[in-house]
Every structure is written in structure tokens, then in C-alpha cells.
């Protein structure tokens, strides 16, 4: 039997080793320092392999030297297969020589909780990044998609919405009318003499004077009214709970502002430098009952006629077509 006295001194001995090696290891790592046991015994996995050559389950294939494998990381470093390595040491008769006492069990073994751990943080750091990619992308592709649909129905030139944008607008305007009894008036714009202005200036400052017309228009309205391009240099704007007198407030304001604006044509070898004023004919038609939205524009387009053969810049209605 053993000396009880010997047992004694002995775990007397192993415990001083735990509080002085292990415990220390454990108050490092909850202050959150980079805490490994150094198992000084390590070394003899390296001069096994030095003297017989054999194959490490621990390492496989993986390029170690010296100075990894002596050191207590090893078992802890991914490279080397983590846990997987841990476990296969502990089978490996050499590898048990490094743990001749429970100080160096409970030192390998930290050395795995912690491994453990580590990789549980990065496993969650990673899906936190990944989370924050995947809504960071779901914005730039929510952003691409306004982006995309914004160009859908706007018009590059002017910034106004385009024409097919405006016939569904228009159609849902109309019945919202027939619906709830609203009001609606709608503007049809062509700027005067615009084909003489292209023709002798060429299309190049004509898109200028499209693209600072449709500018304007569009700070002449209110948040709620909708400015489009018609086509050509013809405009529609949608003027929603608005009834005649209303719209000729902001037609005039339109027409009144656009003859203020001043283009600066460049010199070119068919005329010198000049400045020119343009004038905008307007034709105003408010909603009335059973009217469709197709009928709707073709009493803007004939007010609009009207405009343009009694002396353009100027605006004519269809009031007498409304009832008293």
C-alpha cells in the first residue's frame, strides 16, 4: 500500500501547482487577456518524431517546426485541427508522457476550452459581419432598384415623367374623379417656334431649352401635381383637386416665368453669339363627369390649338365646356 503521508504531500503539491499554473490561467482569461498553458513536457512529441518517424495525428501533413510544435498552441491552433488534435493526443501513447499529472490535464485542457470558445466568437463575429453585409447589400440593391425605376418612367432630358408613365397616372386620376367626385384640371404646354429655334440654333441648344423648361416646370408646381414630357416639345402637367380657376393660377405662373429665362446661343459660322427668350402656349381642360381620361386630353389639346392660333404665349380653357 502506499504512504497515506506520501499521497498527502503529493496532492499538497499538485494543488500549490493548480492555484500557482492553472488558476491564474482562468482569472487571465475572464479579465479577457490571451491566457495558454505552456506545457513545458511538449517537447517530447517533438523528439519522438526526431528519433523514430512516425506520422502525427495531431499535425497529419501540415509543415511544423520546432519551435510549433514545442509550443502549448499547438494544440489550440486551427492549422493543427483544434479539438480534433486535442483528442488524438490524448490516445497517442507519446503524447500522454506531457501530461505525467492532472496539472498538465486540466492545462491541455483549458488550452481547448479556450480554443473552443474562441472559435465560437469568431463563428459569431463572422455571422454579425455577414448580417451587416447582407443588409448593407439589401440596401445598395434596394437603391438600385428606386434607382432603376426612378429612369423607368422619368425623362432624362427634361427630368419630367414620360409619356407612359403619365397615361397610367393620368387613367388612375380620372377614375379617382369618377369615384370620390374630385376635381382635376390638366395643362397642355408646347413651347412657340420651337422647330424655327432648333432649325436655326441646331438640336444641341434645343435640348438646353428642353431641359430648362422642364426644370422650371417642375419648380413652378405644387409637391402634389405631376409635370411630364409629352413629346417633342409638348408637356402635359397633372393638377389633382384643382379646378379651372386654380389652374390658370399656376399655368400663368408657368407661362409668366418661362418668358423671363434668357438662353445664351454660342457664336457659331452660321451666326454670331446671341440671346433669346422663348414663349409657351398652354391648353387648360378641368375634369367633368363621364369624361374619360382620352377625352380629357383631347379638350387640353384643342384649348391648346386655340392657344396657338390666336397668338401663342398665352392660355385658353375649356370653361365653356363645363357646367354652369
Not at 504512504?3 to 492555484?19: C, H, V
Not at 475572464?30 to 491566457?35: K, L, M, N, P, T
Not at 508522457?97 to 483549458?110: D, K
Request: hydrophobic share 35%; aromatic share 6%; glycine share 6%.
Amino acid at each position: 500500500m502506499s504512504d497515506p503521508q506520501a499521497r498527502t504531500g503529493s496532492y499538497a503539491e499538485l494543488e500549490k501547482r493548480i492555484r500557482l499554473e492553472i488558476l491564474p490561467l482562468f482569472e487571465l482569461a475572464i479579465a479577457g487577456g490571451h491566457a495558454v498553458y505552456r506545457n513545458p513536457n511538449l517537447s517530447l512529441c517533438w523528439e519522438a518524431i526526431e528519433a523514430e518517424p512516425c506520422r502525427c495525428k495531431a499535425i497529419e501533413d501540415s509543415e511544423v517546426d520546432e519551435s510549433l510544435l514545442t509550443d502549448a498552441d499547438v494544440l489550440s491552433d486551427p492549422r493543427h485541427g483544434g479539438v480534433p488534435a486535442y483528442e488524438a493526443c490524448r490516445q497517442c501513447p507519446v503524447a500522454k508522457q506531457i501530461r505525467p499529472s492532472v496539472v498538465e490535464e486540466l492545462g491541455e485542457a483549458f488550452n481547448t476550452l479556450i480554443h473552443r470558445l474562441t472559435e465560437r466568437e469568431n463563428l459569431i463575429a463572422n455571422a454579425a459581419n455577414l448580417t451587416r453585409s447582407l443588409a448593407s447589400s439589401l440596401e445598395d440593391m434596394d437603391h438600385e432598384n428606386r434607382v432603376i425605376r426612378t429612369q423607368m418612367i422619368r425623362d432624362v432630358l427634361t427630368g419630367c415623367y414620360n409619356r407612359h408613365h403619365m397615361n397610367d397616372r393620368l387613367l388612375k386620376e380620372v377614375e379617382r374623379c369618377q369615384g370620390r367626385r374630385r376635381k382635376l384640371s390638366v395643362l397642355m404646354l408646347d413651347l412657340d417656334d420651337f422647330k424655327r429655334f432648333n432649325d436655326t440654333f441646331g438640336h444641341l441648344e434645343g435640348d438646353k431649352v428642353l431641359s430648362r423648361f422642364g426644370r422650371h416646370l417642375r419648380e413652378s408646381l405644387r409637391d402634389y401635381d405631376m409635370a411630364f414630357r409629352y413629346g417633342g416639345e409638348e408637356f402635359l402637367v397633372m393638377l389633382p383637386d384643382t379646378d379651372t380657376q386654380g389652374a390658370l393660377i399656376v399655368a400663368e405662373r408657368i407661362r409668366k416665368g418661362f418668358g423671363t429665362l434668357v438662353f445664351e446661343v454660342p457664336a457659331t459660322p452660321m451666326h454670331a453669339s446671341e440671346c433669346v427668350s422663348m414663349t409657351v402656349s398652354i391648353g387648360l381642360a378641368e375634369y367633368r363627369g363621364g369624361l374619360s381620361a382620352l377625352e380629357l386630353l383631347e379638350e387640353a389639346d384643342q384649348a391648346l390649338y386655340r392657344a396657338k392660333n390666336e397668338g401663342k404665349d398665352r392660355i385658353e380653357t375649356n370653361a365653356n365646356l363645363l357646367p354652369v
